[in-house]
């Protein structure tokens, strides 16, 4: 596929993405490994992506380890907000999302690609479908903090290597199924023969997107 595309788009690096699912172990983040049934194939991506400098990409959504034990994970840390850290050798976290991407890196480097680049395909936060998780407020909050992160530093791992991160996503997708699959965008659609959209809540200070509307 690079080579197809460097017929005439040098520039143009080819990746993908690959969720959590592919990690079989994360906590704490230095135990990352792949999964035993995808550990061949992640070591032939990571040959590739090594070759073409391209960075792989995961899809990073905090909410879920979060939501499915909030025993253990606290809201603060899941937000970027955790006073007190999570320890790992000489590391120390302060955010679930920094976890989950350095378990990859760590995964990384146990199959001898520790030089793959991450990064973030997808995160977010949903707006509904599974109170007392989802709500505009948290989604807001989980939303501009990882924004605001990314943009200044790397993980702990990796604390001078900031990553591109694409938040999921700008509208709701009604034909999904319901619960919260119909719950990530950060705006609504009003309509049918306009799509208007209309922003649910602010990202960041000044708000990536004001209501618009298209054909």
Request: proline content about 7%; overall charge neutral; hydrophobic content about 40%.
């Amino acid at each position: 596929m690079q080579q197809a595309v460097n017929i005439g788009f040098t520039s143009i690096r080819v990746t993908t993405a690959v969720s959590m699912k592919a990690i079989a172990a994360s906590y704490p983040p230095s135990t990352g490994v792949f999964s035993g049934d995808i550990t061949d194939v992640m070591k032939a991506n990571a040959g590739t992506l090594l070759q073409t400098v391209a960075p792989l990409m995961i899809n990073a959504y905090p909410y879920f380890p979060y939501s499915s034990n909030p025993k253990d994970i606290s809201f603060e840390y899941a937000t970027f907000n955790a006073q007190e850290p999570v320890v790992d050798g000489n590391l120390r976290y302060y955010s679930l999302f920094d976890g989950m991407v350095d378990a990859f890196n760590a995964a990384l480097e146990k199959i001898g690609a520790g030089n793959v680049p991450l990064a973030i395909s997808e995160t977010g936060w949903p707006t509904a479908g599974n109170d007392p998780f989802t709500g505009k407020d948290k989604a807001q909050i989980c939303n501009r903090n990882p924004i605001a992160h990314v943009s200044k530093q790397g993980t702990p791992r990796r604390p001078n290597q900031l990553m591109y991160t694409f938040i999921f996503s700008i509208f709701n997708e009604n034909q999904k199924p319901s619960w919260i699959e119909q719950n990530w965008g950060f705006s609504i659609k009003i309509g049918s023969l306009f799509m208007i959209f209309i922003e649910k809540y602010s990202v960041n200070n000044k708000s990536i997107l004001s209501s618009h509307a298209c054909l």
